[in-house]
């Protein structure tokens, strides 16, 4: 297992201290990549923030359970996605609307970055069109299969992390992502044709 950042360790044991000033560093440091992790779980901005904030206030009551052998990130990651997936299991038993999927609230930031160059019109139509599908496909997986869809391949965490931030083996783990990449490519699959 790796080392903690030096920073986060600092922190963290001051934090366990009471010192505020160390934790709001801790929230500082870490506040956009649950943000981001949670916009692109729950689809919208008002559920990500309430993630956020659910978040921190959970890591503040629990920062003495925090093991400081392991990384303070993939700890907040842990409690970040199964904030997120409580708000998606929730607002499941209220029956909602579906779920928008990322991207779809223009007040927040965007969950896909756009290309650094300018790409040529027919582009911007064709990726347009791969937008939206990619956003329609991400809100008919369910709330397990997009969770460790995000967390494998935008959050970058291994098989072992998704499986370790769901609280699942690492065989459920990995067939979730598989069942996500197999449903959003079927999804897509329409559009590659077109473009080949």
């Not at 919208?44 to 993630?51: G, I, L, M, S």
């Not at 925090?66 to 990651?77: A, D, Y």
């Not at 970040?80 to 609307?97: F, G, W």
């Not at 499986?163 to 065989?171: C, I, M, W, Y």
């Amino acid at each position: 297992m790796t080392q903690m950042d030096a920073g986060d360790a600092a922190d963290v044991e001051d934090a366990r201290s009471g010192d505020p000033e160390a934790f709001r560093r801790l929230v500082d440091r870490h506040s956009r990549a649950v943000y981001r992790l949670a916009h692109r779980m729950t689809g919208n901005v008002q559920d990500a923030e309430e993630v956020v904030q659910e978040t921190f206030l959970k890591v503040y009551r629990r920062i003495e359970q925090f093991e400081s052998r392991s990384q303070f990130g993939s700890w907040l990651h842990r409690i970040a996605a199964n904030c997120a997936l409580d708000v998606l299991r929730s607002r499941a038993r209220r029956a909602e609307l579906p779920m928008a999927a990322p991207g779809d609230d223009e007040s927040g930031p965007a969950a896909f970055e756009p290309a650094s160059e300018a790409p040529s019109a027919d582009r911007v139509v064709f990726g347009d069109q791969v937008e939206r599908r990619l956003r329609a496909a991400m809100a008919r997986l369910s709330s397990l299969e997009r969770a460790a869809f995000v967390l494998r391949h935008y959050e970058g965490l291994s098989i072992v992390e998704v499986g370790a931030a769901l609280g699942l083996e690492t065989s459920a783990a990995k067939q979730g992502i598989f069942r996500a990449v197999r449903k959003l490519r079927e999804a897509l699959e329409p559009l590659v044709r077109v473009e080949s």
